[in-house]
């Protein structure tokens, strides 16, 4: 019978005991004596946020359909269970065999936000591993990042042993075999480092040292070893048609966010919103195979028994294909009583048609992201929504019978005015009018229309355009903020606009992990060592030991974030390639400034480099 | 077509929840490929109903649950069906077709029975057999009941229908489980404590479910044998 690393009197004890104890629907249990490689696969926060994340269902289902590996997975214990193991000094442990993490040969950890790195130090010591990479000894497991973060990995460098850059489907298989080829040969971990660093898309931190110049600034990196590369290249999966995707996902027992079938469409994204790190980093553009994808989904739901199916990817509009996906999916799911869940589509004609056939208008609502308030900052983060397409798109859905609309807007972009701030109000307004003006009073459901107008803060993140730019301070971000609200509250309709904006506290420290250098490591390990944890939880997140440890560690926050970088600064992350050069981007950040827009990928190649990977939309793609 | 399906629940399974025992068999019912009957409306969902929910950390032999399928190939074909896509720790132990008219699985508990196991060692008592025939013996079982709202008193007696010693390291019992007069099983126990004047905390016993009865007037029968 199944065996519990907890005992029973703890798991009754804690919160939702199925976080902790495995045995769900396709999780793969192996005899380990069967098995050359064991890898501990972690998402560093709760269970119900990790399990919903699409990359380790990937690469878990990969690692294991290979016969000599045994990929398990591991997840942040919530607070409660954190007490008791450090009060009784258990050691974290894999799901799938319920042995400790530490006896494993690896601890991969995907990093898909800046908040969640406290939470990467409470994960290595609760399995009892050295949180500085420097001083793990041989019998302890390799520490390896992945996932978005990665792009700007050193100011978590210290942590880890190495990172893996770019999309995990292509090297893992490399790195494993060196792996087990070098334990063969009885080598040591600085062995497998060093040759895991000659690997495509592997960065080993420790070979390197960060150097600055007087001012603060980063001035180069010096080597440990002469064959060491001095850029690394990310990965990427050239046919995401034939590549490996997961058939047979594990089904929870518990609610979790991302509770259905996950159908990842394509890869990157045409459209080169300047703000947006996901659109520069996962280019170019790959489309699955319809057949590929129609096939995945009837077995994925058969595999599972999920009751939904969501389409994945930056921008679904764009995926050439979609019609004859959807059609496909509507007729299959139908007889199922399987729903689609949609992810927010361009709004025209097709989509209010598909949306209809395939959610409850009356308790549905539309999502629109103009981001920017007015049409002249618009152009400047190159967001090709103008308020003619917003608008009608508005008045269609009316039409169709939808009352409830999302915005989603950012403050503190660069170049912003008060003018586009109050634009803002005056959009949400206009989308009030336009039902008012669409629908009779006699056919108004409700009688009424709800606008909901949402404000994040702007984080200039690296490889975009915006990695020059200066960001806000939070007294800044809190007055823009303030100012958008009272521009609402000017409005004739301000009673159908509901505003929620975001937290700045923690958008301020994002913006200092996002664009920091190795120097903020220190600064992070105080943090947890006074008991910073779950910091992406707004209940958690404590500002004010955050902002002392940066004062006790000797540094200045706004150094990272309020400082407008010049045109040839080194970045802390410049010797990363994801195939987008420095130089387009930097031709992008004049553009913006200049508020001129770039025409998309599919209307106009830009040049941006990540042509260099010959696959995808790029004309230079075979 | 009415069909009741019987099953254990018992190892890790017994920390997941009633709802999430729900979540778990949709999804299992699709993996089969069992042809359920689904409600009507915008969002329809599975007709589905469960006997009676299992508390967290209590496992069970005679846990009971009612669909309804539009067509079916045989009871054995859907047992199989059922049994390729279960985890370890529950298990498909019958599956029969209920007359249309059949009460709901939920509606038609009348008792359970239960054992209540010693996780290590005896229980404290000296001579458990006899203390529990004196206990059951007693004109009246008090046994104050406290809710978050109020403070009520009970009288055990007439929904305990056996009670007896399995060795020395276990009870079996027999109790009122309907909606109107249910006994938990850990109420008889603290109940007893008091009696013999022992301390017998809940975690030091597993409780495990045996059956599920429903009431045909005359006698009580497990509910697949309705």
């Given amino acids: ?622 | 077509m009415k069909i009741r399906i019987k099953f254990s629940k018992y190892g890790t399974m017994k920390y997941i929840g009633h709802l999430d025992m729900m979540r778990f068999f949709q999804k299992a019912i699709r993996r089969a490929g069992i042809d359920v009957r689904y409600s009507e409306g915008f969002s329809p969902h599975q007709i589905m109903s469960f006997a009676a929910p299992l508390g967290v950390g209590m496992e069970s032999r005679g846990e009971y649950m009612d669909i309804e399928v539009l067509s079916m190939d045989g009871t054995q074909e859907m047992k199989e069906a059922l049994a390729q896509v279960m985890v370890e720790g529950v298990e498909i132990l019958s599956v029969s077709i209920l007359p249309d008219n059949a009460k709901n699985a939920m509606a038609s508990v009348a008792a359970a029975s239960y054992l209540l196991q010693k996780k290590s060692g005896d229980y404290p008592t000296q001579d458990l057999a006899g203390k529990l025939q004196a206990f059951l013996a007693q004109e009246t079982i008090p046994y104050t009941k406290e809710t978050k709202k109020s403070v009520v008193e009970l009288n055990l007696k007439d929904g305990i229908y056996e009670l007896a010693a399995v060795g020395d390291n276990a009870i079996r019992m027999m109790v009122n489980a309907s909606s109107s007069g249910n006994i938990k099983p850990g109420m008889v126990m603290e109940a007893f404590c008091a009696f013999a004047g022992v301390d017998i905390p809940a975690k030091d016993y597993q409780i495990i479910k045996l059956e599920t009865y429903a009431d045909l007037g005359h006698k009580f029968v497990p509910l697949d044998a309705v």
């Avoid at chain 1, 380790?56 to 990929?71: A, G, K, P, R």
């Avoid at chain 1, 440890?549 to 080194?570: H, M, N, S």
């Fill in chain 1, 1 to 622: 019978m199944r065996k519990t690393a907890l005992s029973e009197e703890i798991l009754l004890q804690v919160e939702k005991p199925a976080r902790y104890i495995g045995n769900e629907v396709n999780s793969v249990v192996k005899n380990r004596e069967d098995v050359a490689v064991r890898f501990a696969m972690c998402f560093p926060d709760v269970y119900e946020i990790g399990m919903s994340h699409l990359g380790i269902q990937i690469l878990y289902s990969m690692f294991n359909s290979w016969e000599d590996v045994w990929c398990e997975r591991v997840y942040s214990p919530w607070v409660d269970l954190d007490r008791i193991m450090r009060e009784q000094n258990i050691p974290l442990f894999g799901l799938e065999s319920q042995e400790p993490v530490k006896d494993m040969d690896f601890l991969g950890i995907t990093l898909q936000y800046e908040m969640c790195y406290t939470n990467i130090l409470q994960i290595l010591e609760l399995a009892q591993i050295p949180l500085l990479a420097a001083e793990r000894g041989e019998d302890m497991p390799i520490v390896i990042g992945g996932g978005p973060c990665t792009y700007n990995p050193e100011p978590i460098a210290d942590f880890f042993d190495l990172f893996y850059i770019g999309e995990g489907e292509t090297q893992y298989r490399r790195l494993l075999d060196w792996y087990v080829e070098n334990k063969q040969q009885g080598g040591s971990r600085q062995s497998f480092l060093r040759g895991a660093a000659q690997i495509p898309g592997i960065y080993v931190p420790g070979f390197y040292e960060e150097l600055y110049h007087e001012d603060g600034t980063v001035s180069g990196r010096r080597k440990q070893y002469k064959e060491l590369p001095d850029t690394v290249r990310k990965e990427i999966v050239t046919d995401v048609s034939d590549t490996f995707y997961p058939l047979k996902p594990v089904v929870p027992f518990i609610k979790v966010t991302q509770d259905r079938v996950v159908l990842e469409i394509q890869r990157g994204c045409i459209r080169g919103c300047r703000f947006c790190q996901a659109g520069q980093i996962y280019r170019p553009v790959r489309e699955r195979h319809v057949d590929m994808l129609k096939r995945y989904a009837v077995e994925m739901l058969n595999n599972t028994g999920h009751e939904e199916i969501s389409l994945s990817s930056l921008s679904s509009s764009d995926y050439s294909q979609l019609n004859e996906l959807l059609d496909f999916l509507i007729d299959e799911c139908g007889r199922k009583h399987i729903n689609i869940s949609l992810p927010s589509l361009r709004i025209d004609a097709f989509s209010l048609d598909v949306m209809s056939k395939v959610q409850d208008v009356k308790k549905s609502s539309l999502t629109f992201a103009p981001e920017a308030g007015s049409q002249r900052l618009r152009d400047v983060i190159n967001k090709g929504l103008t308020e003619e397409v917003i608008l009608k798109g508005a008045a269609l859905a009316f039409e169709g019978g939808w009352t409830r609309v999302k915005l989603y807007f950012m403050l503190g972009l660069p170049t912003e005015t008060e003018e586009d701030i109050k634009g803002i109000g005056e959009l949400s307004n206009k989308i009030a009018a336009t039902f008012f003006e669409t629908v009779p009073k006699d056919k108004r459901v409700n009688g009424k229309v709800q606008i909901v107008t949402s404000t994040s803060f702007f984080i200039p993140k690296p490889f975009t355009p915006f990695q020059w730019a200066a960001m806000c301070t939070k007294e800044t971000f809190l007055e823009k903020a303030y100012q958008t609200k009272k521009g609402i509250m000017e409005q004739l309709n301000q009673k159908s606009i509901k505003y929620n904006w975001h937290e700045a506290d923690v958008s301020v420290l994002e913006g200092v992990f996002a664009r920091g250098d190795r120097r903020i490591a220190k600064v992070i390990l105080e943090a947890y060592r006074r008991g910073c944890l779950f910091d992406s939880w707004s209940e958690y997140f404590k500002n004010d030991v955050w902002l002392q440890c940066f004062e006790d560690c000797g540094v200045d926050l706004d150094f990272y974030t309020t400082r407008e970088r010049a045109d040839d600064e080194i970045f802390p992350w410049d010797f990363i390639d994801c195939g987008v050069t420095r130089q387009f981007l930097l031709r992008e950040w004049k553009k913006a400034q200049e508020g001129v827009v770039s025409p998309n990928c599919q209307v106009q190649c830009q040049g941006c480099g990540a042509g260099t990977f010959q696959c995808g939309i790029c004309p230079t793609a075979p």
